[in-house]
Structure formats: C-alpha cells, structure tokens
C-alpha cells in the first residue's frame, strides 16, 4: 500500500499543474466575459448558468481566427540597454551554469523588460543564451573528475537515462510554446518554480548540517592524532558515495585530467545519435506542410528515437548491467515505476524548458539532489544534457524564425565567458570554504529569483491584456505564420 502510495505521489507536481491550470483558466476566462456584459449590456438570463460558464472558457481559450501573438525585435545598437541587459546576463549566466540551471529564468526577464522583446521572442533567445553557457560549462567539466570516487564528475549513464526524454519533451515545449498563451505559461512558471526552489533549498540545509558534522568529525580526529593542524576541508560530500573511504582525505579540491580522458564514448555516441535524428526530423519537418499527415509523422518519429535510447538505458540499469556510477554501490537497485519516474520528469525538464525558455536543470537538479547524487556531479551531469537539449531548442526556434540572430549570436557570446568565470570562481570558493553545498543554495537562488522576476512579469502583462480585452487563448499551431 506504502509502496502505491508512493508512486502516485510521483506524479503530484503533474496533476498539480493540470489543476492550477483549469482554476486559472476559470477565474480569467470568467473575468472577461463579465467585463463583456457590462461593456454591451446583453443580458443571457435564460441560458443556463452552468453552460454559460462552460461556454465562456471554451470561447476565452480558442478563437481559432485570433491571434494575441506579435514579435517585437528592438534593432541591435550600442546604449544604457545592452549596457545593463549584458551584465544582468552575465550574472545570470555565471549563477545559473554553477547551479545546473542554465540562468533562463534571469534571462527572460531581462530580455523582456530591459532589452525590449516580446516575451516569446525572449523565449527563444534565452535559449541560445543557456546553450552558450552549457558548452562552456561542459568544457570546464570535461577536465574534472568526481570528487570522492574515480570516475569523471560527469554521470554519463544518469544523462543517457535523462538526456532523449529532455530532448522529446523540448519538441513538445517548443509547439506549446506557440499555442499557449502568456498568462497559461507564467501560471506553470510560479508553480513549479515555487516548488522546486523550496524543495532544493531544504535539500541545502541537509547538506549543509551534514557538512558541519563531517567537518566537526575531521578536526576532532587531527585533534586526537596531536596534529593541531588545521587541515583542508573534508573532500567527502555528503550523500556521495566513495571508494576510498579508508584513506586519509587531505584536501577539497577536484582532481583534474585530460578531457579525453574523462569522455566515456559509448554513451556520447547514444547522446549524439539522439541529437542528430532529432535535427534530421526537423529538418525534413520544413519541408512538409504544418499539420499535415506527413508533418504529424515526423514529429510523432521523436517518440521511438528518445524511447528506444532512454528505454535501452532503463533496462540496463533495472537488471543491473549498467550503474549509475555517482551513486557508487546504491545506483544499481532500480525498481520498474522509479525508472518510469525518471522518465517523466526527464520530458517535464524539457517540456518546461521549450515552453518557458529556460534550461530543464530547473527540475533536473532538484530530482538529481534527491536521487542522492553529490551537488558537483548533479550540476555537471544536468548542464551536460542541457548542453544537447538547449541547442536543439535553438535549432526549432531559428527554422520557427523566432528571434534575430544578431542579437543571438552577442548574448551567446556574454553567456558563454560568464559561465567560465562562474565555474571558476564559484569551484574555488568550495574549496577554500569546504562545502559543496553553496551550489545547491545558488540552485535554490536561482530558480526562486526566476519565479519573482518570471511571474511578475507575466502577471504585469496578463493584467494589462484583461484591461485591453485582448484575446489570451490558445493559438493556432496550424495557422502560425513565420
């Protein structure tokens, strides 16, 4: 019964979004029709007041022949825009690649308020802003390796689980991203933001208090040795598993190697091979008519290339031919619904990540923390499949033309040296402090800034849109026009 219980909890955060999004369609939808009423004095007594509502909804949500969407693409020029736009990208970047989050959330906001473009075309160049920080953080990690066991910090196996499933659900992302309204996307935002931040910010606490024990066990331990030293901090994370338990840990500090030595080629190859099906079905899906069979088929060929992949990693891990590496001894004990769980989210990453424009490391590193993997090797690992997802994501958004290159190409720029510098800064920082748990507290930072600045800003624009009585329905996906 416990064990049932359990399994359905998993799915919470999707039944909680599908809810908070008929109550918000509700309460606005019946907003507007009443402003309607009052505007046009039609009185509909004799209707029924159940299906009056009902109608109201349906007419609020679909008018197949409207369109509330309109691209604003401010020209590229030098002035107090970029000036305060670039350094508020630059932080996001450098914040975000630490915590595995990509900075979206930053990001959008600044694009839109700052900048000037509207919140769809933000969308898209928040993407090409995140795929520039995940290739430079994937660089800098590339030369590291785990902190307590011998294997590189990224997880290879954990993204290959994830990675196909975060690139279907960017497809499906990036078609909602044109069909849903403003105000349905910054309702999903808050919740989930909202959520995640607090769940990852506990998770820090945890660590932290971990910490400082171990900390407090190492100085009592060179205190009883007569050292009266006072040594580096431990090297051990809490949580993170080690196969050199019985040696003596004397410093923090990630050791370093070749980057080809620290590439495991097999599963790079799987992550490749996923990325170019997903590039070569979006190709072809340009030359074929929106909405038709064929276009609905080469979409629907996404699902056996992600399933089989991710499915192949699944069944490996379930009977124990594959680990999770980071997990040490603990990452082969995989039960059938978790692996599903997994899956789950890895689509939800991406679904919220085409969506929203930002990077799926906003569920990917909180569902990383709680699957026990050590803060380092949570943020590595999600950035290193934000790094395939994202610039999918850019790919869909160019052949969608939905934002200008130019400005792409200088914020791609800005985000890629901000993450470097970030990564640098922030890994010395932890080793001069001796906690890994400042990245799960930049995590949590990350993510509740991101729902502020996101949700405020489309609460702003929802209220604007009620008072001008704009349409503020689902668009038409088939009628889109680029």
């Known amino acids: 019964m416990a064990g049932n ?27 507007r029709s009443l402003k309607k009423e009052y505007s046009s004095r039609i009185a509909i007594e004799t209707h029924d007041s159940d299906s009056d509502i009902l109608t109201s909804v349906v007419n609020f949500l679909w008018q197949g ?32 690649s630490v915590g595995g989050v990509g900075g979206g959330g930053i990001f959008v906001p600044m694009l839109t308020l700052i900048i000037g473009f509207d919140p769809k075309s933000a969308t898209a160049i928040s993407k090409c802003m995140i795929m520039g920080g995940a290739v430079s953080t994937v660089y800098y990690n590339l030369k590291l390796r785990h902190p307590t066991i011998d294997m590189p910090i990224i997880d290879y196996d954990l993204a290959v689980l994830i990675q196909p499933m975060l690139m279907l659900g960017i497809s499906i992302g990036v078609a ?52 009266g030293k006072e040594e580096e901090a431990y090297k051990l994370l809490p949580g993170g598993p080690s196969n050199n338990a019985g040696k003596e840990i004397k410093d923090f500090e990630e050791p370093t190697v070749g980057i080809i030595e620290n590439v495991c080629w097999k599963e790079c190859g799987l992550l490749f091979f996923v990325w170019f099906s997903f590039l070569a079905l979006q190709i072809l899906k340009m030359y074929t008519t929106t909405c038709s069979v064929t276009y609905w088929t080469v979409n629907l060929l996404q699902i056996p290339v992600s399933m089989g992949v991710s499915g192949y990693e699944a069944l490996s891990l379930y009977k ?45 590193g909180p569902l ?21 997802s994202s610039s999918m994501s850019v790919v869909e958004y160019y ?25 640098h800064f922030v890994r010395k920082l932890i080793i001069v402090l001796g906690r890994a748990s400042i990245i799960i507290f930049i995590l949590a930072s990350t993510i509740f800034i991101s729902a502020i600045s996101l949700g405020g800003v489309g609460i702003s624009n929802m209220i604007g849109k009620i008072e001008r009585n704009e349409y503020m329905g689902f668009e038409n996906l088939c009628k889109y026009q680029v």
């Open 320 to 364: 124990g031919w594959r680990k999770l590496g980071s997990k040490g001894d603990e990452g082969t004990n995989f039960k059938v619904h978790q692996l599903l769980v997994y899956g789950f989210f890895g689509i939800l990453a991406g679904l919220v990540g085409g969506l929203l424009g930002l990077g799926g490391g906003f569920i990917m």
């Open 5 to 31: 219980l359990e399994r359905w909890r998993a799915f919470g955060p999707f039944f909680t979004v599908v809810w908070s999004f008929l109550l918000a369609s509700i309460f606005v939808s019946a907003e």
């Open 368 to 388: 990383f923390l709680e699957l026990g993997i050590p803060p380092q090797v949570s943020s590595a690992t999600a950035t290193f499949a934000m790094m395939f």
């Open 176 to 227: 909602f991203n044109v069909v849903f309204a403003d105000w349905m996307v910054t309702v999903l935002l808050i919740i989930l933001f909202l959520g995640t931040s607090t769940k990852a910010f506990f998770k820090g606490l945890e660590t932290w208090r971990k910490e400082t024990i171990m900390k407090k066990e190492v100085a009592k331990r060179y205190e009883a040795n007569g050292d």
């Open 65 to 96: 022949n409207n369109s509330g969407y309109h691209h604003v693409w401010p020209e590229l020029k030098f002035n107090w825009k970029i000036v305060v736009g670039s350094i508020i990208g630059f932080l996001g970047a450098a914040f975000g």
């Open 399 to 423: 052949l969608l033309k939905r934002f200008p290159v130019p400005y792409a190409l200088y914020f791609v720029a800005v985000a890629t040296v901000a993450a470097f510098i970030g990564q």
